[in-house]
């Protein structure tokens, strides 16, 4: 990581923090040791171990602010604009450096269990709330982090990416959080503030996407080198990430990464490479800058590894370290819990019909993917497949008796799986095909989109998806906008790219029932494209107390003069209007059970009988 520098005085503050805390994990060993203490509990143990090793990476740094150094020509007091996003995004999206076009999250397990990163957006309550705009964003931006960890690991012949929290299709979960006006003001100011919400999972680690200008990013990470899945980095306490709206994706390395990879255990005091407060100093590097006085760089790595992690890897992250190094004996990043080893690809379920070979291809959500098709004593009608649906795939062939098509799929990882699929003596296919009956492949774009749920309660998030295709093809790294409804006029809310299976996803928080549709602009040799529209219904949120026969609440979006109803057996019995702030209050003429509140589009059933006190 480079930096400008334009001060050093307070980088030494720094230093004598890491150095501090280095000091107390001694002692912690030390206490260890000596009490053994049979009556100490687990929480106490945890209270002592979190206030021996706990660390924030970064104090202040030479510039007087806390946290990482900005990169070059970002100023962290500057307000970006959207539009300055979008572009951010377009420019991670263009980068196949690290990702080779891929900008799509891994997918693992459940998207649930065990130790997992969680993506929010966090914004104070007296700032401008972006979440609908810039959601689409934020899942290009975490897809670079998900890379950049994929292409480092490769460098040492494995593979990792992230467990990030994310739903049964794949798709990032992204949590929308306001806190109060003053919890951005600093990174313990928003931690305490998350942890009183109950976002305090030690199986989780939060990477906060904070719309603010205060910082540019900050992480916390224990001091801690032992090298056992017990490491106080590796799932014993919450840990967060926070990188504020200027340096979202905001330079040729990923702060995103770099804040991360504090959280997962790095650069910690063991390394050969170390800087002064939590860095490296052995260049090209996400994790190195001079971070302190007399900190000296080095140039080992050419500039284009400025990307990835852990130059040489030997010091923080290496999937296979050198025997007996430094990083083999105490912990590395790359052992983390929070990430896991993508399986390999395989093929299966070959089958011919006599007229179409289909398999079945076993592949990484996440990841793109191709098949080549090769017959011998079969024609085929494509030499290749890139397919969005990463359940099934096939090709038309004519084949002689026994003869075979050879399938062999490449991932985007470059990991490759083969299957041969033979003719059977019962297909009936012809002994010399027909030249020119195989059917065409088809290379029609298209854009579609669906809502993940059609209805959802106000202050709900509705997820507006879609998928660009050209055949059956998937078409990633190109922007799609989400447009909405105005009467009969379409603008713009929110812009995404397409991941390496062409997919986009918005996060939207419509105040009432709103009309969606996606819209490409045209490109990479596809015409312009709008998808049909899709509707989200959203059904208005109703509050509701009783008192005696008084029956009160609110409506939300809170709205003036909103008609609500008290019905029972399907006859009106009392009505009223909401105030400006959605209260109303409706009076039942007698007492009784199977009293409903009726507003537009929302039933509220009561439960209990209403009595005249
Ligand atoms: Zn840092």
Redesign the pocket.
Known sequence: ?TATRRAASAAVTAAAGVLALAAGVTGLTSSFGSTASADSSLAALKARTEAAVSVN??GLNAEGYE??EAPEGIDVDDEVPTETLVQRAAAVAANDSVSSGRAGIGCSDDGRSGNRVQVMYVVAADRPDRFSQVSGLLRSYSSEVDSVMLASAMENGGRRQVRWVHDTSCELVLEHVVVGAKDDDSFPALTSALKAMGHNRPDRKYLLYTDAAVLC???NVYADNTPLSSNANNGRFPQYARVDAPCWAASDHSVEA??LT?TLGAVLSFAPHKSAA??CTDESDV?CYP?GDGVRMTQSCPTTHEKLLDCNGDDYFNVNPKPGSALAQNWNAANSSFLYDPPAPALVSGTYDGTTVSVKPQVLSGQGWSISWAGSGCQVSSARTVSTSPKAASVGAACRQGGTVRATLRQEDGRTAQLVVTAGATSAAPATPAPGTAPAPATTATLSANAREASIVAGKQAVVQGTLASGQAGVPGLRVDLQRRTGSAWGRVATAYTSSLGTVSFSQLPRATTTYRLVFAGGSGLDALSSSAVTVRVAPKVTVQAKGLRVSGTVSPAKRGTVVSLVKASKRVATSRTDAKGRFLLKAPKAGTGYTVVVPGSTVVLRNALSAR
């Open positions: 990581m990476a970064h946290g990482d990013g900050v992480a770099h804040e504090h939590g860095h994790m971070d």
